[in-house]
Structure formats: structure tokens, C-alpha cells
């Protein structure tokens, strides 16, 4: 996904608020919590400091209550001119920043007008940083936030996790693969609230066990996962903050409250994997049919040590919190940014679409399903401008996107080189063979006085 500056800000200030929003929370216990937040210093999506107002809070929930993640976005801004003219201004900022990653944007915007008497703003130069992934909290590896240790509640926190498994073969490819584990647990009742293995750790394969567990079981209130790549993207960010989940990465090297996530892996190697390699693994549909057997009929009813019950029977005692259909469908659509042509067309991964012609030279934002760039769902200032319609499909799926399962082939019984043959014994019958005229010749050898 094209990284998208408003975007990044809309989820900075989505995951900021993201507390605040909890509907339980009385007036008094979210003006405290505002407050405490104004307070404070946070790290901004460029890694810069920032300290926003009590009044830009406020502002950003009444927004996100209004609109969700669109309401947090900022306006287009229109001058990207200012930015071309001074591109020599912002290569000597990239060389200030890369030589001192400790700079801040409004530090280098400094030294640049003291040499030069030109001033590029701070957020023009936060902007440019993030875009090109030199954003201070990347440069230097800031910690993030992490959770506390237990929920109080089922569906107050799951916990997401990957574990890698066994080799399996590989239906399309001699050989085989690594099977790994995406994983979702209730915090508070240790219920594994669903699993797959999958053959490629991607993000778009823990976006699928994330959206499967919200229609079982509904949406929780937050995720807390590690910094690996399946879970750092945007992607996953930007489907959490539409659907109001709040998400938090442990901090790298420290992760702090997955201790009980070591310990179900734990368990799954070695009451489930050991039995799985000893009889044989034949492929992934295979270990997925029996780790779903083996979950439901063992892993979620035993007596857990730790609670003295069954996660199915404390994760029962909460209540579900259901996802509005058309939400869910939004908030596993993957984004980009493109600029209509003056032939009103847009290319996109390797393919071209026609666009309204009313949208000629707007920057336009597609919504879209990495497995299907066939069909493609146009946004303009928040309004719908339906699909785009497709003028050359070379791509028909995201590059990142996991390859569709395919089936393997009944055998057709057919045995070519028996049939080979039987042909050229066929064709010999009757006929004189070589071996059979050595064996004579030899006879008749064996006769002669």
C-alpha cells in the first residue's frame, strides 16, 4: 500500500484517541482521560514530538464519532508547487536528517533558513520525512506502547501471535513448505478465538484470521501483537481504526504481557504438533481440518491451570460486540493514492483503468481487495465515485497478496510408458525377434557334431 501522509495522521489520531472512545467511560472518567493526554508529549506518525491541545482532542473524537477514520483526515493541501520549487532545500534537510536522526523537523526547518533565508515549514518537512520512511521513531527504533497484563473482561483484548510450524509439501511445487501458525487469543479466558496455517507470513493472511474471528465472535475492544512485519503495516492499522480497535504493539526486545501467548504455543507444539508430525502431514488443508478438531475438542473446554475453568466457559460469561456488515467489508479494503490523467485513465500495478472524466488531475484514493484488481472502488473528498472500469488487467491480484489455494488434481490413472509399451510389444508380435534368432542361432551351434 502507497504510503499516504493524511492517512498516517488520521491513524495517529485514531489510536490517540482510541481510549477516549470507549463507550463505557462516563464524562468525568473521558475528561480526565483527555486532560491526562493533553498533558502529555506523544510520538507523532513522523516520529516528531507532539503535544495537541484539549480542544484538538475533543475535536478529533466529535469527528471520529461523526465520520470515523475520514473525519480525522486533514483537507488536501495545494502546495505541492512549493515543494518542487525548493526540492534542493528538502535533498539539504534529508541529509540534515539522515546525519542526525535526532533532529527535529522544526530543528532542520531552522538551520535551513539560517543558510539559505528560505523557510520550509515544519509539517512540509514531517511530510516529506514520513514519505520517505525517515521519520525520527524509524531512524532511531522508538519502543512502542504495550498493554497490561490480563483483561478484565472477554473480548477487552486479544492477543495475536505467529508460530511456525512444520514442513508440509507443497501442492503446486516439488518440495515443501514452512507452515506458520496466525493466531488470535482472548486475553481474559485464554479461548483461542481462531487460528490457520497458512504457507506465507504476510500481512494480508493475519487480515484474514482477524476478520474471520470478528464474525464468530465479534469485535474486540483492542489488539496487542509484536512489532513483526505481518502485523506493522499500515493495512492492519488502518482496519483497526475503522472498526474501532484499538491497537498496540509490545515494545521490541520487551514484550511485556505475552507471557501466557509463549505458553499456548507451548502447548500447541507439544500436545498437538508431536501428534500431527508422527502420523504425517499431507498438506495444509490437512493440519488446518485437525487443529480445528483439535481446538474445539480439547484446547478450548479443558480446565485451564491459571482461571479454573474452560476458556469456552469464561469466555462465555462477556458480551459480543457485532460488526456492522458494510464496516467489515471497508476495513479489509486496501488503499492507494493515484492522480488521474488528463485522458481521465489511472495506471495502477501494471494496469489500466478508466476513470469518471470529471475527476481528470484529482488525486483520487482506491479501495480495493488485493485479490481481485479487476474490481476497484473509487473515493473523492469522501464521496463514492463507484468502480473503476478496466481498460488492461495484467495483474488480476496484489503482489502481496497470499496465492488462492490450488486444488490438487485427482490422478488420471494414466500410465504413458506402460502404454509405450504395450505398443511396441504389440507391434512386435508375430514377428521376428532379435533375441529370439540369438537364442536359435545358438541352438543350432550347441547341435553341430
Known amino acids: ?129 514520513a514519505r520517505r520512511g525517515l521519520t525520527r521513531g524509524e531512524l532511531l527504533r522508538d519502543g512502542r506502547t504495550f498493554g497490561r497484563y490480563e483483561a478484565d ?43 490457520r496455517w497458512v504457507g506465507n507470513e504476510t500481512l494480508r493472511a493475519g487480515q484474514e484470521v482477524l476478520h474471520a474471528a470478528i464474525l464468530r465472535r465479534g469485535l474486540p475492544d483492542s489488539l496487542y501483537t509484536d512489532n513483526g512485519s505481518a502485523y506493522s503495516g499500515a493495512e492492519l492499522a488502518r482496519s483497526c481504526a475503522i472498526l474501532g480497535i484499538r491497537l498496540i504493539h509490545s515494545r521490541p526486545y520487551a514484550p511485556e504481557g505475552r507471557g501466557k501467548q509463549e505458553r499456548l504455543n507451548r502447548v500447541i507444539r507439544e500436545r498437538f504438533l508431536l501428534e500431527a508430525t508422527q502420523v504425517g502431514i499431507a498438506s495444509l488443508e490437512e493440519l488446518n481440518d485437525r487443529f480445528s478438531a483439535w481446538v474445539e475438542r480439547y484446547l478450548n473446554v479443558r480446565v485451564h491451570s491459571e482461571t479454573g475453568e474452560s476458556p469456552l466457559a469464561r469466555y462465555g460469561s462477556g ?52 485479490e481481485d484488481l479487476a474490481h476497484i472502488e473509487v473515493w473523492f473528498e469522501r464521496r463514492s465515485f463507484g468502480l473503476l472500469a478496466p481498460l488492461v488487467i495484467a495483474h488480476h491480484v496484489h503482489p502481496m497478496a497470499p496465492p488462492a489455494p490450488r486444488p490438487v488434481p485427482p490422478p488420471t490413472g494414466i500410465d504413458y510408458l506402460g502404454e509405450v509399451l504395450a505398443a511396441e510389444e504389440a507391434e512386435t508380435t508375430g514377428a521376428i525377434a532379435y533375441r529370439q534368432l540369438t537364442r536359435a542361432t545358438d541352438a543350432d551351434e550347441d547341435e553341430t557334431p
Open 1 to 129: 500500500m502507497d504510503r499516504d501522509p493524511a492517512e498516517a495522521r488520521a491513524l495517529w489520531r485514531y489510536h490517540l484517541i482510541a481510549e477516549a472512545l470507549d463507550p463505557k467511560l462516563g464524562a468525568r472518567e473521558r475528561g480526565l482521560l483527555v486532560r491526562r493526554l493533553a498533558g502529555e508529549e506523544h510520538a507523532g506518525p513522523d516520529g516528531e514530538p507532539r503535544t495537541p491541545s484539549r480542544g484538538t482532542l475533543d475535536r478529533w473524537i466529535r469527528a471520529y464519532r461523526a465520520h470515523g477514520l475520514a473525519g480525522l483526515r486533514d483537507r488536501p493541501r495545494a502546495d505541492a508547487g512549493g515543494v518542487r520549487r525548493h526540492a534542493a532545500l528538502l535533498d539539504e534537510a534529508i541529509r540534515l536528517r539522515l546525519e542526525q536522526p535526532a533532529r527535529s523537523a522544526a530543528h532542520i526547518g531552522e538551520i535551513l533558513f539560517a543558510r539559505h533565508a528560505v523557510r520550509l515549514s515544519e509539517r512540509t518537512l514531517r511530510e516529506q520525512f
Open 153 to 195: 473482561h472477554p473480548n477487552e483484548r486479544w492477543i495475536g501471535d505467529v508460530l511456525v510450524g512444520p514442513f508440509v509439501p507443497h501442492p503446486r511445487a516439488p518440495g515443501s513448505l514452512r507452515a506458520r501458525l496466525f493466531l488470535l487469543v482472548d486475553d481474559h479466558s485464554r479461548l483461542l478465538v481462531h487460528g
Open 319 to 370: 458480551s459480543v460486540r457485532p460488526a456492522d456488515p458494510e464496516l467489515l467489508r471497508a476495513a479489509f479494503l486496501w488503499s492507494a493514492r493515484r492522480r488521474v490523467s488528463r485522458a481521465a485513465t489511472v495506471s495502477f500495478l501494471g494496469n489500466a483503468y478508466q476513470v469518471d472524466p470529471a475527476l481528470r488531475g484529482r488525486s483520487i484514493e482506491l479501495r480495493y481487495r488485493p
